[in-house]
């Protein structure tokens, strides 16, 4: 068990009742997404969570569910956590993909864990000891269909230092990549070499890897899929790439093909919040940089990410710009980059 695990495990917490909200909204990247929230409520406060599994089917089965049987006095948040161990947590249909089962298990583990630090009268910064600070962050946007730097462009003019993380796709050409490029902005480019069965996927392109590893001599790299046709482009390149999709806990960073310098930390990946405390420390150890990672969450999965990113890597290419930002049309008066540091006075809130 972690220190920082430790610093929450023992926390008690009672919950009396449990609820469930759904929420569908339209993004940037042109799909409808759909997220359901759980509360759990005891002692007159409530813990909140996000399950931000991607499938809308998920989200549609679970609306036929009954709710989770929570209710009761656990001895400490550890306690809660082996109960969720119990639970059959896609009951009336399985999840469309495996990766569902862990983003459920942390829309309850953080509503849980939310729950517990208010009861307890804490804030997550004061269970673990550190100082939340404020928060860099970068936007993550795609480019259209045929891509292009209106939106890019677009924002840049509206928000002038705005920082970017893209998905390049095998369309991008060296004049796109140059026209990028010159803005200065660009900070990751994830080539997403892990996905599977998704609209995102990017097979291994050995011409688009080494466009993009030329043209943006200076950005992370994130997720290339390593091939021996890849492989050979990143030789002396190893500390700019980074690992998202096959990152759940210290035993996939160990698995990695080599000692890695960048990790995208999504929460909701690791399950537990036991796992991914335990991987931060990992990473903290061996010097790995950290920065957070979002996934169009539409309620408090945003304020989650947000501020564990604020307490544990806020100097990092954070991927957790605030929601409007994913918008299809962006606003007016939006927060830039650095967000002033939270106040976290009590459980996971922002404020």
Do not use: C
Request: net charge negative.
């Amino acid at each position: 068990m972690s220190d920082l695990y430790d610093a929450v495990a023992d926390l008690p917490l009672r919950i009396g009742d449990t609820a469930r909200t759904r929420r569908d909204r339209d993004t940037s990247s042109g799909f409808r997404r759909a997220t359901t929230t759980f509360h759990l409520r005891g002692d007159g406060v409530a813990g909140h969570g996000e399950d931000v599994s991607y499938d809308t089917d998920d989200h549609d089965a679970l609306e036929s569910a009954p709710a989770f049987d929570l209710g009761g006095e656990y001895g400490s948040f550890d306690a809660f956590s082996d109960r969720l161990d119990e639970l059959d947590l896609f009951p009336t249909a399985a999840p469309a993909r495996e990766s569902a089962e862990h983003y459920r298990r942390w829309a309850l583990e953080s509503a849980g864990l939310d729950l517990a630090l208010k009861q307890n009268d804490l804030s997550l910064s004061e269970a673990v000891g550190r100082t939340p600070s404020p928060l860099r962050f970068v936007v993550s946007t795609r480019l259209g269909d045929p891509p292009t730097t209106d939106r890019v462009d677009g924002l840049l003019d509206a928000y002038p230092g705005t920082e970017f993380k893209l998905d390049p796709t095998a369309d991008w050409t060296d004049e796109l990549v140059d026209s990028l490029a010159a803005t200065e902005s660009v900070r990751i480019v994830d080539l997403k070499g892990h996905y599977e069965g998704t609209e995102v996927d990017q097979e291994p392109d050995p011409a688009l890897y080494e466009r993009i590893l030329s043209g943006f001599p200076d950005a992370v790299v994130e997720d290339p899929a390593l091939t021996d046709e890849t492989r050979p482009l990143f030789d002396g390149e190893e500390d700019r790439v980074s690992w998202d999709a096959p990152i759940t806990g210290v035993e996939s960073v160990r698995d990695l093909p080599f000692e890695p310098s960048w990790l995208n930390v999504k929460p909701s990946r690791f399950g537990t919040v036991e796992s991914l405390f335990e991987t931060i420390e990992y990473a903290e150890e061996r010097d790995v940089s950290l920065y957070g990672g979002g996934q169009f969450e539409l309620d408090v999965g945003r304020d989650h990410v947000q501020l564990l990113a604020a307490v544990f890597y806020p100097d990092g290419p954070n991927d957790v710009a605030p929601g409007a930002y994913n918008d299809p049309d962006v606003g007016t008066d939006l927060p830039t980059s650095p967000l002033d540091a939270p106040s976290n006075t009590v459980g996971l809130a922002w404020e």
